[in-house]
Structure formats: structure tokens, C-alpha cells
């Protein structure tokens, strides 16, 4: 048994676990990322030809994506020809000897080619088949297609992003595809616990939407409580304030007044004391009714100092604060280096990378940098040879015959 002290050998806690990956573009990707994250060998499966569609994204260095690049970290890749019969035997094979299959196309597709759940499951019965796609598989959006931004709109989550009284506002962050990541693989743990007990598999049927519906979280709920629909209120909360962006002299930063406790720290960090018991602001409904009050008060201070300056006063006073970071700002700063968020690996084409490293820690277990993203079919003759048996001859003829590359 390995020691999970080992720093030199501890793979993750997944070690030893197989998932066949069929999925591409975001969605599904993130969901088999998070699983190679935690040291499961991940077996992606890309057709001939361009491989996952994102490794076509712009823009492109060295033929490489940087879209790819991004969720496809500590993967292998082989290329099937899923549309030939020997192809779709190989795949069969490969799932026979996996735990887990993730698969992102609309429903009915993986069925209608003999690698759907009831067709794997009676070669493998432990196997757990993770079926992920914009509207589930069942209602009647099932068969149609799905972006982020469409499931950010049909989810309501769209519909409070923005400025007051403007145009709602896509997120910047593709939540709408990047939940699958995050859902996908809870159930997927969930049911490798559960196999524990009965030794059986089990389908898993994840929905994009119902991901984007159960993050509306306590803006559902105040649309029950109340009646009507939030509205967008641009960086600031529905119901908290001061909760937002306010101006320094050369730029802006974030206070988040989450509760009352943190009110009297603000006033006394901006040096407005007179303000924390002043009876027309001090509890947070009266703040709430006058909104633009408060906010104007705390802004005729903060324009006139520096972020840095706010920052130092906020972080003296305890006071919930951030800087607006850009990407590589937030990428370089001495948190994120604590962490080891950012590493280099070895790319096949492109040499030395920089990538954003696993989120998750184990203190006294420290894994490994993540194996680069690979290239296309960069693993294929191992995963064939190791896995299934196959010797040079019969791997040189299936490629040869357009089967695998």
C-alpha cells in the first residue's frame, strides 16, 4: 500500500482510477480535468482528422490551442475513429477496462453509436457513465443545442448581470458550460462511493441548465420571498451595502459590507466614525433604502486615496476589500505564487509552458506538476499496447487504415 505521506509517489486520491474521456470543446473537458486533477488517468478519446474542436481555437502557437491547453492538463490522448467498426471495438474495449465514462454529446448520440450507458454498463457493470449536456436528458429542450451564453440566458442568471437599467451582461467566466466541471464530478465521486457498497455502476445524468438553476442560489429565493424578479445591480448586492466597486484616485476597489459587524470598521477606516451610529445608516435596511446615500459618502473618500493606500487602511481595520486584478495580475501575485498555482510543464511541441496547477491540496501530500496537455494521439500506441494487448503489427495496420492516429 502507498503512503499518502510520500511525497515522492503520491499520485492523487484517485490514483488507480480509470476514466474514458469522450468529451470535448468545455463542458465535459473540465468535468474529466477535475478527475485527472485528483490523479485518476484520464483516456481522452479525440476523432481524426482536428482532434477536440477547441485545438482549432484561436489563437494558436506552434499548431497548439490556448483554449485546449486550458482544461485538458494531465490527459492522454488517442484518436478513434468511432465511425469505423473496429474503432468502436477498440472504444467498447477501453471502456470495459475503465471506471468511469464522461461524454458531453447531445443525448441519444452515444446510444445511437453502441457506447451508451446500457451498452457499456452490460460488458461493465461497476462502470459509472457521466452523460453531460446543455438541458439533461429528459424535458422537452433535450435534443437542442447549447452554448454558455444560451444557458446563461434560459437560466435567469444573464438577466442580473449588468448595470442598473442597462443591457444584462454575459459573465466573463463561461459558468454556463464550466458548472458541468464542478457537478459532473461531485455525482462522479458520489457514485465511486456508492459502488463500494453495491458493486454496481450508474448513469448520471448532468444538466448545464439545472447547474446554472442551482447557483441562482439566494436570488431564487428572494424571487419566492418577494414576488418579483431581481434586477441587475452591477457590481453592487441586491440587499448589502456598501457591497461593490468604488473609485480611488487611480482606479477602483471592491468593499463587501457582508454584514453589520463590518459597517462601524469601514467608517473608522475612512475616518467618517461620526457615520457608524448615525441613526439613518447604521443597520443594514436603512443602508439598504439609501443606497445612493452611502455610497456617495464612502466614494468622496475613496477617490482621494490611492487602491494601495485603501488597501492598507481596509486590511488595518479587518475590513472585506480587494483590488480589481487583471488576469495576469491575479496570476502573478504573491498569493497565487504561495499556493503554486502557476507551474511549468513540458509540452511535446511547444517545450516549456507555464499552467495553472491543480486547485486542489492535500497538506503533507504534496502531487506532482500536472502532465502537460497532450498532443493529438500523443498516447495512442501506449494506450493501445498497454491496455488492450495490441502489438506493432496490429497497431500499424489499424493506422494505417485510418482507425487510429
Known amino acids: 500500500m502507498m503512503d499518502s505521506h510520500d511525497k515522492s509517489e503520491w499520485a492523487g486520491p484517485l490514483a488507480g482510477v480509470r476514466v474514458l474521456d469522450f468529451t470535448r ?14 490523479g485518476a488517468e484520464v483516456i481522452k478519446v479525440e ?7 477547441t485545438r482549432s481555437f484561436p489563437p494558436l502557437r506552434e499548431g497548439e490551442s490556448h483554449y485546449f491547453l486550458s482544461v485538458n492538463r494531465g490527459k492522454k490522448s488517442i484518436v478513434l475513429d468511432l465511425k469505423a467498426p473496429e474503432g468502436l471495438a477498440i ?49 422537452p429542450l433535450k435534443d437542442r443545442p447549447s452554448f454558455d451564453i444560451v444557458l446563461q440566458a434560459m437560466s435567469g442568471a444573464l438577466s442580473v448581470n449588468g448595470e442598473p437599467g442597462g443591457l444584462p451582461t454575459k459573465l ?7 458548472v458541468g466541471g464542478i457537478n459532473g464530478p461531485i455525482a462522479i465521486l458520489a457514485a465511486l462511493h456508492e459502488r463500494h457498497a453495491t458493486g454496481r455502476g450508474r448513469l448520471i445524468d448532468i444538466s ?25 445591480q452591477g ?29 462601524g470598521k469601514i467608517c473608522a477606516a475612512l475616518g467618517l466614525d461620526a457615520l457608524a451610529d448615525d441613526p439613518r445608516y447604521d443597520m443594514l ?6 443606497r445612493a446615500e452611502v455610497n456617495a459618502l464612502l466614494s468622496a473618500v475613496t477617490q482621494t486615496r490611492t487602491v494601495a493606500d485603501l ?22 501575485q504573491p498569493q497565487t505564487l504561495a499556493r503554486n498555482m502557476v507551474v511549468e510543464t513540458e509540452h511535446k511541441s511547444l517545450g516549456t509552458i507555464p499552467i495553472v496547477n491543480r486547485p486542489f491540496r492535500f497538506p503533507g501530500a504534496e502531487q506532482p506538476v500536472p502532465s502537460a496537455p497532450p498532443v493529438l494521439g500523443e498516447h495512442s500506441d501506449m494506450v493501445l499496447a498497454d491496455l488492450l494487448g495490441m502489438d506493432a503489427e496490429t497497431i500499424a495496420r489499424l493506422r494505417g487504415a485510418g482507425v487510429v492516429a
Open 208 to 232: 448545464l441548465m439545472d447547474g446554472m438553476i442551482g447557483l441562482l442560489g439566494y436570488l431564487a429565493q428572494l424571487s419566492f420571498f418577494t414576488g418579483q424578479d431581481p434586477v441587475p
Open 91 to 139: 472504444a467498447r474495449d477501453l471502456a470495459a477496462k475503465s471506471d468511469i465514462v464522461i461524454e458531453n454529446y447531445r443525448p441519444g448520440v452515444m446510444d445511437r453509436l453502441g457506447l451508451g450507458y446500457e451498452a457499456l454498463s452490460a460488458i461493465n457493470p461497476g462502470l459509472i457513465y457521466c452523460a453531460i449536456s446543455g438541458f439533461g436528458m429528459t424535458g
Open 285 to 290: 435596511d436603512k443602508r439598504r433604502e439609501r
Open 235 to 263: 457590481s453592487q448586492h441586491p440587499n448589502l451595502v456598501p457591497y461593490g466597486v468604488f473609485p480611488a484616485s487611480d482606479g477602483s476597489i471592491v468593499i463587501a459590507c457582508l454584514t453589520n459587524h463590518f459597517w
Open 25 to 38: 470543446v468545455l463542458a465535459g473537458p473540465s468535468a474529466a480535468l477535475a478527475l485527472a486533477d485528483l
Open 172 to 178: 466573463g467566466i463561461p459558468l454556463g458550460d464550466l
Open 47 to 53: 476523432p481524426p482528422g482536428s482532434g477536440d474542436d
Open 311 to 332: 488597501a492598507d487602511l481596509f486590511a488595518a481595520h479587518q475590513v472585506p476589500h480587494a483590488p480589481i486584478l487583471t488576469i495576469s495580475e491575479a496570476l502573478a
